[in-house]
């Protein structure tokens, strides 16, 4: 079970990257956890500057617009 | 589109996507040099006397339209290939520690070429400052974001020439800088909200983005789709205000308002700019037609420095980090700003 939290305010983008995540995770077979962050101190304790965020078991892998299907394939699977 | 399909343009060849955007700047040139027959063969098409108040406005209204949506989609899918190589990340870390002055610069200049939306200037602002970015220097990239974007720019190059997008360039970096340096000197960190000013983070060690040429037109594609796609409705918007004034509205009396001479136009097109939101698309061709008028430039400028850089949906934004007081200094300084360019322009160009 992997531990996938969403970075970012509550905008369009964030909210999409939310549902590629599931989707990606689905596809690929992978059990996940998806939490949204929406603090802003909380988004800002991950050192990152632009939304949306995406952090993988603690580890932060992707800052700022929506990511790239190749890309959360990999992520997950690492 | 079908996973198929996501597939196939997955392994297309790179030498396609360049193909693809050769051809489609072939065509684009091709197609823009026939918009000056096109509109006058259009407007022919309407029942209305050559030289009436009518025929002017429709004229400048089938020549205008194409032509900025033209030129808007060309420059966005550029600064979106340019925007692919800048990440707010990066930037900070360009910026982190730096010192004023030449901080100040380089955030106005990084402004420009940052990939930055509204939406996400909270976190952008809270993560420059808790990662040790001063906060004069994030006042400057947040000064010139917003209003030196690619829509200012490629709209007053299409619409005025290069000379008045250049000084438009120039005379907004120095607003973000001189504000920005102004601000930090002040010594306001105090007047954070205290989340923000106790707030240490470091920044993330992010993976290098391994960014492909074909990744790089797609997000010049992307960001032509996403912004053409929200500002044409204010473009046609703006350039029917624009027709308008083109058609009606007497040179006398605008020359009377916001002509050179009259000295009190200038603070009165920022303060009306202030409270008034809209998009560089929307003001623009007003700002256009205004001219042709006869308005001043600097007082024009003034005008929609004010409308863009200074909106109020913005500062409600901005109260969650800044005091209201820091929010009024904010506001003062870069008001004040503009009030400069305005005169000053107004002078040297009389």
Redesign the interface.
Known sequence: MKTVKV???G?K?CEATVQMVRDEAARLGIDVNVEKVTD??A?????????P?IVIDGK??????LP????LAVWLNA | MTSALRGASRHRPTWIWCLGVAAFVVIWFAVYGQLAPFSEGAVGLFPLAKGSHAYEAVKFFLYDTPKVLMLLTLVVFGMGVIRSFFSPERTRALLAGRAEGVGNIAAAVLGIFTPFCSCSAVPLFVGFVSAGVPLGVTFSFLIAAPMINEVALGLLFALLGWKVALTYLAFGLGVAIVSGWIIGRLKLEGWLEDWVRNLRAGQADLPANRLTAVDRIKAGIEAVKEIVGKVWLWIIAGIAAGAFIHGYVPSELLVSIMGRDTWWSVPAAVLIGIPMYSNAAGIIPVVEALLGKGAALGTVLAFMMSVIALSVPEMVILRKVLTLKLIAVFVAVVASGILAVGFLFNFVFA
Not at chain 1, 43 to 51: R, V
Not at chain 1, 68 to 71: G, L, P, S, T, V
């Open positions: 970075l970012g305010p905008c983008r802003y101190a988004i800002a304790g991950y050192g990152i500057a632009s939304t965020g932060v892998v992707h800052a700022g617009g790239k299907e190749e890309d």
